[in-house]
């Protein structure tokens, strides 16, 4: 089994800054690709940063410059560092991850089980 275990999320106000980690466990041969996703009340699931393999990162348009995605693959973790915070980016922050299971190969889509963020003053 893997398990994405995500943390960092919590209360912050309008231009302030929150740095989101996220961790995989288990069986890993390897991860390909390593992203975030957001659900604020009441919508549908987005993608705010996706990163693959290699490095390269994507960022939709409304949060392309305020966003930065990285990852340590020695250590399995991704990261999301959101700056100038708006209160539209208030929602519940997934991460997600396409891994390779150690011992048989197996690809499969693995989901954290989530930590809000809450931008408010």
């Known amino acids: 089994q893997v398990q994405l275990v995500e943390s960092g999320g919590g209360l912050v106000q309008p231009g302030g800054s929150l740095r989101l980690s996220c961790a995989a466990s288990g069986s890993i041969r390897s991860i390909n690709t390593m992203g975030w996703y957001r659900q604020a009340p009441g919508k549908a699931r987005e993608l705010v940063a996706i990163i693959a393999g290699g490095g390269t990162p994507n960022y939709p348009p409304s949060v392309k410059g305020r966003f930065t995605i990285s990852r340590d693959n020695a250590k399995n973790i991704a990261y999301l560092q959101m700056d100038s915070l708006k209160p539209e980016d208030t929602a519940v922050y997934y991460c997600?991850?396409?891994?390779?299971?150690?011992?048989?190969?197996?690809?499969?889509?693995?989901w954290g089980q989530g930590t809000l963020v809450t931008v408010s003053s």
């Open positions: 997600n991850a396409g891994v390779y299971e150690g011992s048989t190969w197996r690809y499969l889509e693995v």
